[in-house]
């Protein structure tokens, strides 16, 4: 639960914690691939690879489970019913089948299944599943630092064996210390080309003042920053093994993408920004850009507890079918009411 003095410092919290937490928890029908209600096509499940989207969001709340019950000790009751259908979920003789649905995922998949899996699913039919895992599956051969990282980390609470290099040489050569460098030579290049532009070298170029504001890093880039603050720090449960220099540069390229969310209501990403935030070791709602994403998360906040999309420009409608609604909001959903707990978590240390 968030704690008092969260909520005394960011008043839009409480209603951002509660709504967010009960929508998925009246929702769980949603995310079991074998309950009667299960997720029916819609929208987002008609992206590339949406066949393993059933998989996928059952993955996701598997993980909420697993961070809740590390970052809450108190009895929630609706960690306890979530919980509960995970539990469920994974321990269904139909599951090992929907890990393999996508090929391309069901190594990553039967990983993250077994290091999230919760108690009491020890004899489960997934478990099986490890064992069709090759030693190319577990091998950081041809993977780039982040995704050793995450192999890593999921490997290691699965209680598989690897040959990923240790924490301290992933975390050196990780995004976190490489990106921000690289961001601030991106905007000079760019402030450079603005620069020409406006003394007339390039006349037939458009006005700089006219082009889309473009971000400090790449989408792709800015996910692969906060994952890897999640891994390292094990979702703020440790420090994020950096030097300070490193902390303080990764902390200000985030400050900056938070910025930028703001002015697009880019959602999912500001959430997983404070989380980013957290994982540092940083106060998040003492920062302007962590509290204002925060008020803003409050504001896109639907009456029913949900964060309707990853963004203002691709957010679900109320008049959608209830599983189109649910396959485009409850990743947003999810991640924000984890925010929610992490800002608890870190206010009460």
């Known amino acids: 639960m968030t704690t008092g003095s969260a909520l005394h410092r960011a008043p839009g919290l409480r209603r951002l914690s509660d709504g967010t937490l009960g ?56 960690r306890t019913e979530a919980t509960a259908r995970v539990r469920a979920i994974w321990c269904h003789p139909g599951l090992p089948g929907l890990l393999a649905a996508a090929p391309r995922a069901a190594a990553q998949y039967r990983l993250a299944c077994a290091a999230l899996a ?9 478990r099986a599943d490890l ?5 190319a599956d577990l091998s950081p051969a041809g993977r780039s630092p982040y995704q050793r990282l995450e192999l890593r980390y999921y490997a290691d609470k ?18 976190l210390v490489e990106l921000p460098a690289t961001a601030l030579a991106r905007a000079a290049r760019r402030d450079r080309r603005d620069r020409r532009d406006r003394q ?16 400090p890093v790449t989408v792709p880039e800015a996910y692969a920053l906060t994952h890897s603050s999640f891994y390292l720090s094990d979702f703020a449960r440790t420090g994020p093994g950096l030097p300070d220099a490193a902390v303080a540069d990764a902390a200000a390229l985030v400050a900056r993408l938070l910025g930028h969310c703001m002015r697009h209501d880019w959602w999912d990403l500001a959430a997983e920004l404070v989380m980013t935030q957290v994982c540092l070791g940083l106060d998040a709602l003492a920062t302007p850009e962590g509290a204002a994403a925060v008020d803003c998360l409050a504001r896109a906040q639907r009456p029913d507890g949900s964060v309707p ?41």
């Open 118 to 126: 919760p108690a009491g699913t020890q004899d489960a039919p997934f």
């Open 131 to 135: 064992a069709r895992l090759t030693p």
């Open 309 to 349: 999309g990853r963004s203002a420009a691709t957010r679900a409608s109320a008049a959608d079918p209830p599983a189109a609604y649910f396959a485009t909001a409850y990743h947003t959903t999810l991640v924000t009411a984890l925010m929610t707990l992490l800002l608890g978590r870190a206010d009460a240390a």
């Open 200 to 215: 007339g070298r390039h006349p037939g170029r458009a006005d700089a003042a006219a082009r889309p504001e473009e971000p």
């Open 23 to 78: 929508w998925l928890v009246r929702h769980l029908d949603d995310f079991d691939p074998f309950a009667r209600r299960g997720p029916a096509p819609g929208r987002a499940a008609r992206e590339p690879d949406g066949a393993h989207r059933p998989a996928k969001a059952a993955l996701e709340l598997a993980l909420l489970t697993h961070c809740w019950a590390g970052l809450d000790a108190g009895a929630d009751p609706r």
């Open 158 to 175: 699965a209680g598989v064996a690897h040959t990923v290099d240790p924490y301290p040489d992933l975390a050196e050569q990780n995004v």
